[in-house]
């Protein structure tokens, strides 16, 4: 898929993989700035490589 910002086929910065969404549900939430996306494959929080934008970026802190 592209990102939705920069056009550029949306790769994850983290781990400079193509990102692939895994059904529709994770393919829209791309798409909803207030759903967090977390690429399939490292688990982390899914970041365009090429612009750098944060998919679902939230202000509120979170401890795990
Ligand atoms: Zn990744
Ligand atoms: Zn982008």
Excluded: H, I, N
């Excluded at 982390?44 to 934008?53: A, I």
């Amino acid at each position: 898929m592209k990102c939705s910002f920069c056009e550029a086929p949306l790769t994850c910065k983290a781990c400079s993989k193509p990102f692939r969404p895994r059904g529709a549900e994770t393919l829209l939430a791309a798409y909803q700035s207030d759903m967090r996306v977390v690429c399939p494959e490292c688990q982390q929080p899914l970041v365009c490589k090429s612009c750098g934008f944060v998919y679902g970026e939230r202000e509120e802190d979170e401890d795990e």
